[in-house]
T-cell receptor
């Protein structure tokens, strides 16, 4: 079974530019997550989707971050405009159901904002 | 509210020695507990998880962890370290949902 796919793997931008990340979850997984992992810290949940609806976006900085999951499959995460503190690894994960099921992670997108 | 504390941001062991990575948690509901491993420039891979039932959980690559409710701990162990175990290890929990709360991670170094 194919794992969670993410692209691009690396991105370098200047502050105030915009950037978008793409995620394709494991086939059939209804739940999709975006995490932000700042160097030296554990991943922090940004947003959780159940099919194409948002379950939890309480930690998403909505003034600059947006995410969508059209048709309940692929998802994109956008940052506009980027700040220096957005430099991090953005991880996408998926799981088959709610309630403690294992989350499977993609390789991540490493973002550097200069 | 829930939280995870990993004691020791860096742990160094000799090849063949016991690996012990410490994790303590706080949760207002019965937690599901996880250990993930992250190799350089890769995503997180599940090592093992505790949901209910047997408190000693065996995972991949010879790792195991024991859920101790009285101590609110879920320490990760491996009897004999291998060079390939060098990576960052994250303890995480969910409490009544799918939102994972992670610890800050422990970098394991294995020396010859």
């Amino acid at each position: 079974e194919a794992g969670v796919a993410q692209s691009p793997r690396y991105k370098i931008i200047e502050k105030r530019q915009s950037v978008a990340f793409w995620c394709n979850p494991i086939s059939g997984h209804a739940t999709l997550y975006w995490y932000q992992q700042i160097l030296g810290q554990g991943p922090k949940l940004l947003i959780q989707f159940q099919n194409n609806g948002v379950v939890d976006d309480s930690q998403l900085p909505k003034d600059r971050f947006s995410a969508e999951r059209l048709k309940g499959v692929d998802s994109t995460l956008k940052i506009q405009p980027a700040k220096l503190e957005d430099s991090a690894v953005y991880l996408c994960a998926s799981s088959s159901a709610r309630g403690g099921e294992t989350q499977y992670f993609g390789p991540g997108t490493r973002l550097l904002v200069l | 509210a829930q939280s995870v504390t990993q004691l020791g941001s860096h742990v160094s062991v000799s090849e063949g020695a016991l690996v012990l990575l410490r994790c303590n948690y706080s949760s207002s509901v019965p937690p599901y507990l996880f250990w993930y491993v992250q190799y350089p420039n890769q995503g997180l891979q599940l090592l093992l998880k505790y949901t209910t039932g047997a408190t000693l959980v065996k995972g991949i690559n010879g790792f195991e962890a024991e859920f101790k409710k009285s101590e609110t701990s879920f320490h990760l162990t491996k009897p004999s370290a291998h060079m390939s175990d060098a990576a960052e290890y994250f303890c995480a929990l969910t409490g009544g949902g799918n939102k994972l709360t992670f610890g800050t991670g422990t970098q394991l170094k294995v020396e010859l």
